[in-house]
């Protein structure tokens, strides 16, 4: 059974069906993580902006253009949120205090998280390295659920056909940015 367009879900969903407001929320909450996480808030701010963009849809439902291109509409949303809270907060960024270290002890497990941390550190740093274009495209590819190309390219005005190659692309750039942190890369 194929699963309903967008545009049947809004119109469901303005009629007052919950499980077409469940289905959208099902289907696009991944995407608007995946853009709320490329402005590094933190779980409180990520989660009031995701809240905010999901209010934005209640109060616009009625009067969005191309209800076909409801991700790529809560993708922007989700955008203009997180900047807008960045503006407002004048992106301070709080520092933790001692409360927030790691408990000390003994044994391997403590090599192996050390090792972990370094290995995503290093894999941060690289993914900072690479144009805001592959962040965001491998950013949302890497949602749950993993959107369909289509959302992705609506979401990030992107041809269909493209996203494969630019993919591929961007992870042979992030593989390259890895190997300068001295990291052997398959």
């Not at 545009?7 to 909450?29: C, N, P, T």
């Not at 050390?114 to 290995?119: G, I, M, Q, S, V």
């Not at 900072?128 to 959107?147: F, G, M, N, T, Y």
Request: charged share 30%; proline share 5%.
């Amino acid at each position: 059974m194929d699963e309903p367009s967008a545009a049947d879900l809004v119109a469901r969903a303005l009629a007052g069906d919950q499980s077409a407001w469940d289905a959208i929320v099902l289907r696009y909450q991944g995407l608007i993580w995946a853009t709320v996480r490329g402005f590094r808030l933190d779980d409180q701010e990520a989660a009031d902006v995701a809240q905010t963009t999901w209010l934005r849809l209640v109060e616009n439902l009625a009067s969005l253009r191309d209800p076909d291109r409801l991700g790529a509409w809560l993708a922007t949303t989700a955008r203009r949120e997180c900047l807008r809270l960045l503006r407002m907060s004048g992106r301070s960024i709080p520092v933790g205090g001692e409360q927030d270290l790691p408990e000390h002890g003994d044994g391997p497990e403590i090599d192996e998280r050390l090792l972990r941390d370094e290995r995503e550190s290093a894999l941060a740093r690289a993914f900072a390295r690479i144009s805001e274009r592959c962040q965001r495209l491998l950013r949302v590819l890497v949602s749950d659920p993993a959107p369909s190309y289509e959302e992705v390219g609506a979401a990030l005005d992107m041809p269909v056909g493209s996203i494969g190659p630019t993919r591929q692309r961007c992870l042979d750039r992030l593989r390259k940015e890895m190997g300068g942190e001295g990291y052997v890369t398959a």
